[in-house]
């Protein structure tokens, strides 16, 4: 006699358990189902049950075997994700994955995944004092997966729908004072390392971007710097990789006195003898080798701001501090946009809107001083 498949069994005044039957499982060979108490009416519980139903048979694998979430995510990655992002964005997503999702919903069946699941796995992370940000993330992984799934026509409906996330706090942008910003100069460019925050801090560049930086990439006659590939350590590798996105390809105006700099970089750097891929780089170890940047900030950075007697910042913080100091002076909203790589200048507005209410007021008083000039009242 063969086994239901699927079930309604009443459980008092419209209240229903639906079951589907998934299988046995194959170390146990226990049978697994898919238990869900409703309440509404008899139809409503049946449409449930077929729903499930279909969706468990689109989700059947090779020889009836069932796609486990671990499984499709394995497939996912391999073959969608891979090929379409970058390979530090792979290998977020895959740690997201292996560390926050797979350890509470890996095992389920796709096919009967359900937002209460996914929220269960939620609360673990929260109980975890996880930040709201690695949530949403781990989120966001997890949702561009299953819409695929729903793409493959895996699953009908996307369990991350309706799935309540914490609320993300604003982050508190740290950026240097103009006269900070001098200080930190000051005090930076008399170490080995000073060209680099020299750059970091005058031309707002990613340090990924300026620590692959080439000296093929210098054009002295017209003092700019192509940023055309970043620098990226992979299971214990250097290598070079592409930029963020096509729009972060740019060149950079330099300002003339860190042309100079460089021109004394280079000096120093001609007595190196290094024949690799590598061995253009401007900003090398001592050895003539790429440079790590956890290295670059705890052994020099942090140092600078400690003797520089300036707060605690990030190292990308000097980006955030070199488009401030650019709006606050009065250059464009686009020319900053273009020299960061934004994608566009609305984006760059946004990012560094603490700046707009000092650009307003310095706009008032230039049409203040247009419009009443030689004007009384």
């Not at 697994?32 to 509404?40: A, D, E, F, Q, V």
Request: hydrophobic share 40%.
């Amino acid at each position: 006699m063969s086994r239901k498949v699927g079930q309604i069994i009443a459980r008092g005044r419209r209240h229903w358990l639906v079951r589907v039957y998934l299988g046995r499982d194959p170390e146990t060979h226990k049978r697994k189902y898919h238990n869900r108490t409703l309440r509404g009416s008899l139809r409503q519980a049946q449409a449930y049950l077929t729903r499930r139903l279909h969706e468990t048979d689109l989700c059947r694998g090779v020889e009836g075997v069932q796609v486990t979430l671990d499984e499709f995510l394995d497939h996912w990655l391999k073959t969608a994700a891979k090929p379409k992002v970058r390979e530090k964005t792979y290998r977020d997503y895959e740690a997201m994955l292996r560390r926050y999702i797979r350890p509470y919903v890996g095992t389920k069946i796709i096919a009967v995944l359900s937002p209460l699941d996914i929220q269960g796995a939620y609360q673990q992370m929260i109980d975890r004092n996880l930040s709201a940000r690695t949530i949403r993330y781990a989120h966001a992984v997890l949702r561009c997966a299953l819409r695929q799934a729903i793409r493959w026509q895996l699953l009908l409906n996307d369990p991350t729908q309706g799935v309540q996330l914490p609320r993300q706090q604003s982050r508190e942008m740290r950026v240097l004072t103009t006269e900070q910003a001098r200080v930190f100069l000051r005090v930076a460019v008399r170490t080995s390392y000073g060209p680099i925050f020299a750059i970091a801090l005058t031309t707002g560049m990613r340090p990924s971007e300026y620590l692959a930086l080439c000296w093929q990439d210098v054009e002295w006659e017209r003092g700019t710097v192509g940023i055309v590939r970043t620098l990226q350590r992979s299971e214990g590798q250097w290598r070079f990789a592409e930029t963020k996105r096509a729009g972060s390809r740019r060149v950079v105006k330099l300002q003339s006195w860190l042309l100079s700099l460089l021109r004394k970089v280079r000096e120093e750097s001609a007595e190196q003898t290094r024949d690799d891929v590598f061995s253009d780089l401007i900003f090398t170890t001592a050895r003539g080798g790429p440079i790590n940047e956890d290295y670059l900030v705890k052994k020099h950075f942090k140092p600078i701001l400690r003797q520089a007697g300036l707060p605690e910042i990030r190292l990308y913080d000097l980006r955030h501090t070199a488009a401030t100091l650019a709006l606050t002076v009065g250059i464009s909203p686009k020319v900053v946009s273009e020299q960061l790589g934004h994608a566009s200048a609305a984006f760059t507005l946004d990012t560094y809107s603490h700046v707009l209410p000092h650009m307003q007021e310095e706009a008032a008083a230039k049409m203040e001083a247009a419009l009443l000039n030689g004007l009384s009242f």
